[in-house]
């Protein structure tokens, strides 16, 4: 409901409606309803990206492996709270 509520506020926005005159300066901005994260060792989920943070975003973070000179690793990606992806 909140996606829908956005697009039709940014839409009024864009086409000049009666709506854009109440809010012309403001910036809206996506957010991720739920974290975002790795699966690490033994089924932990590591967060890359909070709950309620921005769409847009950019962050590097350093991982290691539990065994030395690995070609490639899976990376599984999962989105919740729950601390454990299993």
Not at 9 to 33: C, N, R, W
Not at 41 to 46: F, N, S, V
Not at 74 to 83: S, Y
């Amino acid at each position: 409901e909140a996606s829908v509520f956005v697009a039709a506020v940014k839409v009024d926005i864009l086409t000049g409606g009666e709506g854009s005159s109440q809010v012309p300066d403001s910036l809206l901005l996506g957010a991720t309803p739920l974290s975002r994260g790795l699966e690490t060792a033994a089924g932990a989920m590591t967060k890359v990206k909070e709950r309620n943070s921005t769409m847009r975003m950019k962050k590097d973070q350093t991982s290691t492996t539990s065994a030395d000179n690995r070609p490639g690793i899976p990376v599984q990606v999962f989105e919740g709270e729950r601390a454990m992806t299993k």
